[in-house]
Nanobody
Framework: QVRLVESGGGLVQAGDSLRLSCAAS????????MGWFRQAPGKEREFVAA????????NYADSVKGRFTFSRDNAKNTVYLQMNSLKPEDTAVYYC?????????????WGQGTQVTVSS
């Protein structure tokens, strides 16, 4: 079992930046690829980004490519999602996941989510 705890969400204005963190604990979290998903009100959960074990490869949804950067620190069992040039349509609950692969990413464990709200 892998436990994931997200943090860093909040209320920002369009054009601002936020950095989300996800701390992993439990059974060998450093052996999993990691991913971020988001779910806006009334919409299905959607893939945002994934990163492989060694952080040498990352995959991004087209909607965030060039604005979001996914990184991981395996020594700290923590991953980060740097979100720049935020838009109101980025408003959602963001979920961290541990799983396999990057394209596609197959989630096995989920965090509880952190709210990101971008005002116009």
């Amino acid at each position: 079992q892998v436990r994931l705890v997200e943090s860093g969400g909040g209320l920002v204005q369009a054009g601002d930046s936020l950095r989300l963190s996800c701390a992993a604990s439990g059974r060998t979290p450093d052996r999993y690829a990691m991913g971020w998903f988001r779910q806006a009100p009334g919409k299905e959960r959607e893939f945002v980004a994934a990163i492989n074990l060694g952080a040498s490869s990352a995959n991004y949804a087209d909607s965030v490519k060039g604005r979001f950067t996914f990184s991981r620190d395996n020594a700290k069992n923590t991953v980060y999602l740097q979100m720049n040039s935020l838009k109101p349509e980025d408003t959602a609950v963001y979920y961290c996941a541990a799983g396999f692969g990057t394209a596609p990413f197959s989630p096995q464990y989920w965090g509880q989510g952190t709210q990101v709200t971008v005002s116009s």
